[in-house]
């Protein structure tokens, strides 16, 4: 009977033993988890205040940096190879009115840039933000100056970049502000590109207007349009 009885202990003793050791992981796991998770989350705040950096900086060189081109912006280093402002845990990449990338060592006017895109890396974690140059600029709210004759015919990101083109604010119109001048009359009685998205507005297309008419159509993006600069 004692033998028996020792062994019951023994079993009781070491099924306690056991449980006591599989809490003992499972808080040991879930202070790793959470430790794991309060490590991530500072990492990804990091990261986001990195690409905040790349943003501040660029967007200063673009804005107020005085320079005419897109190869003379100094904040980082420019990688040739991917077209990207890369520096500090930030990588910069600039784009025109179309979204298309311009490369940091190309000649191209500075006016060019009108979105700027920086994701910032901290660890394992990545963020990413981008910002609207015209939102920084000093170029006035209301044009006040339009071409004289109609441009092109061209595509749409053609005539958006040969506006930008020619600095000093000068910029292919929204709807809103081709309306303004609707008192002249097209030449060619053409429809003119704006900036605007068209009414089936799934990102292809744009607006184009006949400023003497009125009238309002879809136009693809390889299509060409006359169009006219304002600023």
Known sequence: ?????????????????????????????????????????????????????????????????????????SPGSCNAATGLIETNGYKVELRDSAETKIACNTSAAISLVENIKSTGTAGQNSRAIEAAVAAASTCGSIPVEIDSSDKGPATFVAAATACRSLGNCWHLPSFEELSIFSGISSATGNMLWTSGQGLRDDGSIRATINISGGNWADAGYTGSQSYRCVR
């Open 1 to 73: 009977m004692k033998q028996k009885s020792k062994a019951s202990v023994l079993a009781v003793s070491l099924i306690i033993l056991g449980m006591i050791l599989l809490i003992a992981i499972s808080v040991s796991t879930v202070s790793v988890q959470e430790r794991k998770a309060s490590m991530s989350s500072s990492s990804s705040s990091q990261a986001y205040q990195v690409a905040e950096t790349g943003i501040e900086k660029v967007m200063y060189e673009v804005v107020k940096g005085g320079h005419s081109t897109v190869n003379q912006i």
